[in-house]
């Protein structure tokens, strides 16, 4: 393994997680890290992020539904005017506006990919919300919201594959819009890590 790697990947979980009491671990998983595999070292520091996360959400779980009411919150103010510009594209593509001797017009697949466009920034925008809200517990705080992400995609899944048979996941129609709701918890994610702030920062303002 190479020596720079352990180094990183210590300074990344320590910005996901920024608990005090994770040196010890690290410095153990590190050390023994030199006799391991890659895999049984990630493997171990994704259970450091679980494991810290999950002690951190359980000891505040006040903090924890304050941070789910911010991203939904961040949801109904991303997505509030998406309707009207939906309306607006739906229009444009499927005929246009006159405006004065211009014509304005949009290709008439537009409409497809619009919508996924909108999800890709609305939940990525709730992750950064709550990770900035919450910068000094890195992204313990993100991960409640995140599983209730998860749910959406789940419900998806499940309504079609009750109602139109496992099949019609294939189908080119349905494979844009089922990787845009798939990907929603990544979106939420990705959000969440653009939202962190440096290491050094987060334990100043540990509480």
């Known amino acids: 393994m190479a020596t720079h790697l352990p180094t990183f990947t210590t300074r990344l979980v320590k910005r996901l997680v920024p608990s005090q009491d994770h040196d010890a671990l690290l410095g153990d998983i590190t050390e023994e890290a030199r006799h391991r ?10 259970a450091v992020v679980l494991v ?6 359980h000891g505040r779980p006040l903090l924890a539904l304050r941070a789910t009411v ?5 949801l109904v103010v991303m997505f509030a005017p998406a309707v009207a510009l939906l309306r607006v594209v739906r229009v444009l593509s499927e005929g246009g506006y006159y405006v004065g001797p211009y014509w304005l017009t949009l290709p008439s697949n ?7 466009f909108i999800n890709t920034v609305g939940f990525a925008a709730s992750g950064w919300a709550i990770a900035r809200s919450h910068r000094s ?38 494979i844009g819009p089922l990787s845009s709701t798939l990907s929603l918890p990544v979106c939420v994610l990705v959000g969440g890590l653009l939202g962190l702030s440096p290491v050094r920062k987060q334990q100043q303002r540990r509480t």
Not at 37 to 46: I, T
Not at 70 to 74: C, E, L, R, S
């Open 37 to 46: 595999s890659r895999l049984w070292y990630w493997g171990q520091m994704g």
């Open 52 to 57: 810290g996360s999950w002690r951190d959400v």
């Open 70 to 74: 911010i991203g939904i919150a961040t």
């Open 110 to 116: 537009t409409i497809r990919w619009i919508p996924a």
């Open 137 to 174: 517990h890195g992204i313990t705080m993100l991960l409640p919201f995140a599983l209730l992400v998860c749910g959406i995609p789940a419900i998806v899944l499940v309504n079609l594959a009750t109602h139109l048979g496992p099949w019609i996941f294939v189908t080119p129609p349905r």
